[in-house]
Nanobody, 115 residues
Framework: QVQLVESGGGFVQPGESLRLSCAASGISFRLYAMGWYRQAPGKQREFVATITSGGDTNYQDSVKGRITISRDNAKNTVSLQMTSLKPEDTADYYC?????????WGKGTLVTVSS
C-alpha cells in the first residue's frame, strides 16, 4: 500500500520560514519523481516544485528563490524548505510521487501565512 504522509504545516507570519516533509512508503522511492503541489481556498491545485529521481529540480516562477525542494533517498523523504513566506502562499500543500503512469498523492498539510 502506497502512503505519502505530509507534515510540517502550520501558521506563520509573513516573512517567516517553514519546512514541509513527506514520508513515502510502499514505493521504490528512489525511482520516483517527487513533487509538491498546493491548493488555495477556492482555487485549483497548482504545481510548486518537483525533483526527479536524478535530483533535477523545477519550480513555479512565483516561488523561485524562496522555496527549495530536496529528497533523501535513504529516508524515503522529500522536503520543501520555504522562506520569506507570503500570504499568497497560504494553501494545502500536497506531496506527489510519479513514475510513468503511476501517480500518488498525500492527504496534504495546511500552511497559513497571516499577520
Amino acid at each position: 500500500q502506497v502512503q505519502l504522509v505530509e507534515s510540517g504545516g502550520g501558521f506563520v507570519q509573513p516573512g517567516e520560514s517553514l519546512r514541509l516533509s513527506c514520508a513515502a512508503s510502499g514505493i521504490s522511492f528512489r525511482l520516483y519523481a517527487m513533487g509538491w503541489y498546493r491548493q488555495a481556498p477556492g482555487k485549483q491545485r497548482e504545481f510548486v516544485a518537483t525533483i526527479t529521481s536524478g535530483g533535477d529540480t523545477n519550480y513555479q516562477d512565483s516561488v523561485k528563490g524562496r522555496i527549495t525542494i530536496s529528497r533523501d533517498n535513504a529516508k524515503n523523504t522529500v522536503s520543501l524548505q520555504m522562506t520569506s513566506l507570503k500570504p499568497e502562499d497560504t494553501a494545502d500543500y500536497y506531496c506527489n510521487a510519479n513514475r510513468y503512469t503511476m501517480n500518488y498523492w498525500g492527504k496534504g498539510t495546511l500552511v497559513t501565512v497571516s499577520s
